[in-house]
T-cell receptor, first 115, second 116 residues
Framework: RKEVEQDPGPFNVPEGATVAFNCTYS??????FFWYRQDCRKEPKLLMS???SGNEDGRFTAQLNRASQYISLLIRDSKLSDSATYLC????????????????FGAGTRLAVHP | DTEVTQTPKHLVMGMTNKKSLKCEQH?????MYWYKQKAKKPPELMFV???????INESVPSRFSPECPNSSLLNLHLHALQPEDSALYLC???????????????FGDGTRLSIL
């Protein structure tokens, strides 16, 4: 099983739609969770950290389900500018990664918002 | 605008050349990272520096040599690279996390490297 798994998509949605991405992680000891977005041929940009209680930033809502080991990202009222690849990022604690705490990136989910 | 600056933006080099990639941040972060990213793949961690000391080397070939001269600068020295090393090289920085959790990382816009 991959350490971080995402549906690669693409998700093709019209403007104004609500779209949700899920990400599953394999290590129950993981403590840090993030969503990044990456535009084509650009660097990943931090979208939001994901907290146990869930958090919202404008049109974006992130949820963490520790029992089922998944993270979700909900985008409401999609804009054309939301078209990008969304990367789920999870830490691997030191015990499982050779003594160092490091982040693992999922392969990303591609979103295409059309007019 | 990114707060992590990488130079050069593009680099084309032959397999016998020696070149260096540079990264600079002024956010006071004491952890800095090098990642390699191939097309349509996620970033892969190469090296981590924490308090200017190398803490992770993900079994990267010795033709890649990192250097952290001070808390703001991170270099990646390249020598005798292979065509398969062509990729986007990303630098990132963050505050130092705890033993069990990580701080979010902030990326530079990368150096697109092509090996002829």
């Amino acid at each position: 099983r991959k350490e971080v798994e995402q549906d690669p998509g693409p998700f093709n949605v019209p403007e104004g739609a609500t779209v949700a991405f899920n990400c599953t992680y394999s290590n129950s000891a993981s403590q840090s969770f993030f969503w990044y977005r990456q535009d084509c041929r650009k660097e990943p940009k931090l979208l939001m950290s994901v907290y146990s209680s869930g958090n919202e930033d404008g049109r974006f809502t992130a949820q963490l389900n520790r029992a089922s080991q998944y993270i979700s990202l909900l985008i409401r009222d999609s804009k054309l500018s939301d078209s990008a690849t969304y990367l789920c990022v999870v830490n691997i604690p030191p015990k499982f990664s050779g003594g160092y705490n490091k982040l693992i990136f999922g392969a990303g989910t591609r979103l295409a918002v059309h007019p | 605008d990114t707060e992590v600056t990488q130079t050069p933006k593009h680099l084309v080099m032959g397999m016998t050349n020696k070149k260096s990639l540079k990264c600079e941040q002024h956010m006071g972060h004491r952890a800095m990272y090098w990642y390699k990213q191939k097309a349509k793949k996620p970033p892969e961690l190469m090296f981590v520096y924490s308090y200017e000391k190398l803490s992770i080397n993900e079994s990267v070939p010795s033709r890649f040599s990192p250097e952290c001269p001070n808390s703001s600068l991170l270099n990646l020295h390249l020598h005798a690279l292979q065509p398969e090393d062509s990729a986007l090289y990303l630098c990132a920085s963050s505050r130092v996390g705890t033993r069990m959790s990580n701080q979010p990382q902030h990326f530079g816009d990368g150096t697109r490297l092509s090996i002829l």
